[in-house]
Structures are given as structure tokens and as C-alpha cells.
């Protein structure tokens, strides 16, 4: 049996609710990474590991910001409440399956971390690839770990529009 009509516009502002918080919480791991990591770039010898991996949880969040910056103005928690059921049900779907790619991506983030640490053996700067690659599984991972968790998290949404 569907959702009663009178709970759906308070199920699409809790819902848009949830993904404006993730995407807070996204702007604060960025934040974070760029206040730590901007510190030791600076720091760190250029050419160590640890200065490559600053270097690129630098460039990595300044990404995720503009991300959480743009997921944020978008989230519109007072403009979803005339959705309609088949609407809630297509903006569930919408934002479930960009979780779900975006965790199929950072398996990718982490595999490519992989192949550039297997790389540096050979590279002529290894330092520069380790650092890269360590970054690559330290973001890679929170993002898999944050996307799959918001998946989970949003999916009680979906539960709720079909019972």
C-alpha cells in the first residue's frame, strides 16, 4: 500500500533534508582535508611522499567543495512538497543511482591508487606516485564508505514511499 498522500510532502522534505545534510557533511571533510592537508603541503619537502600526498588531498577537496558547495544550493527541503507520488518516486531513484555510481567510481579511485603504488617501482619519481596513490585510497575509500552509507541511509526513504 502507497504512502497516504497527506505524509508525502513531509517524506519529500525529510528527504531532501537528508541529502542537504550529506552534502554538509561532505563540505566538512573537504574542509577538514584542506585545512590539514594545505598545512603540510606547505611544509613538507616537494620531493617526499607525504608532500605528493598533501599535494593531491588538496586538489582531490578542493573538488569535493565545490561539490558540497553546488549539492548544497540545490537542495531545496521547502520546494519538494508539491511532488507528486510518481515525482517522489522518480527524485528517490534519481539520487540512489548517483550514489550508486558514484560508489561504483571510488572502487575505481581505488584501483587506480593501486596501480600508480605497483607504478612507482619503476617511475622515476616513486615518491611523487606513492603520494598520489595513498591519497587516492584515503579519499577513495571515505568516499566509498560516505556514499554507500548514504546510500543505505537514503534508501529508508524508498521503504517509506511504497508501504
Request: aromatic fraction near 14%.
Given at each position: 500500500?502507497?504512502?497516504?498522500?497527506?505524509?508525502?510532502?513531509?517524506?519529500?522534505?525529510?528527504?531532501?533534508?537528508?541529502?542537504?545534510?550529506?552534502?554538509?557533511?561532505?563540505?566538512?571533510?573537504?574542509?577538514?582535508?584542506?585545512?590539514?592537508?594545505?598545512?603540510?603541503?606547505?611544509?613538507?619537502?616537494?620531493?617526499t611522499?607525504?608532500?605528493?600526498?598533501?599535494?593531491?588531498?588538496?586538489?582531490?577537496?578542493?573538488?569535493?567543495t565545490?561539490?558540497?558547495?553546488?549539492?548544497?544550493?540545490?537542495?531545496?527541503?521547502?520546494?519538494?512538497?508539491?511532488?507528486?507520488?510518481?515525482?517522489?518516486?522518480?527524485?528517490?531513484?534519481?539520487?540512489?543511482?548517483?550514489?550508486?555510481?558514484?560508489?561504483?567510481?571510488?572502487?575505481?579511485?581505488?584501483?587506480?591508487?593501486?596501480?600508480?603504488?605497483?607504478?612507482?617501482?619503476?617511475?622515476?619519481?616513486?615518491?611523487r606516485?606513492?603520494?598520489?596513490?595513498?591519497?587516492?585510497?584515503?579519499?577513495?575509500?571515505?568516499?566509498?564508505?560516505?556514499?554507500?552509507?548514504?546510500?543505505?541511509?537514503?534508501?529508508?526513504?524508498?521503504?517509506?514511499?511504497?508501504?
Amino acid at each position: 500500500m502507497p504512502l497516504p498522500i497527506a505524509d508525502l510532502p513531509a517524506l519529500n522534505h525529510a528527504r531532501e533534508l537528508m541529502a542537504e545534510r550529506g552534502m554538509v557533511l561532505l563540505g566538512v571533510w573537504a574542509l577538514l582535508n584542506l585545512v590539514v592537508s594545505g598545512y603540510y603541503v606547505a611544509r613538507t619537502d616537494a620531493r617526499t611522499e607525504a608532500h605528493h600526498f598533501h599535494f593531491m588531498n588538496v586538489a582531490w577537496n578542493v573538488v569535493n567543495t565545490l561539490l558540497a558547495v553546488w549539492g548544497v544550493l540545490q537542495a531545496n527541503p521547502w520546494g519538494v512538497a508539491g511532488l507528486s507520488f510518481t515525482e517522489s518516486q522518480a527524485a528517490q531513484a534519481r539520487f540512489e543511482n548517483l550514489l550508486l555510481v558514484n560508489a561504483a567510481l571510488d572502487v575505481g579511485y581505488l584501483f587506480i591508487g593501486l596501480w600508480l603504488h605497483r607504478r612507482a617501482d619503476t617511475a622515476e619519481r616513486p615518491e611523487r606516485l606513492r603520494g598520489y596513490a595513498r591519497s587516492l585510497w584515503l579519499q577513495g575509500g571515505f568516499l566509498f564508505f560516505f556514499d554507500l552509507a548514504f546510500y543505505f541511509i537514503y534508501h529508508q526513504f524508498a521503504v517509506q514511499l511504497v508501504q
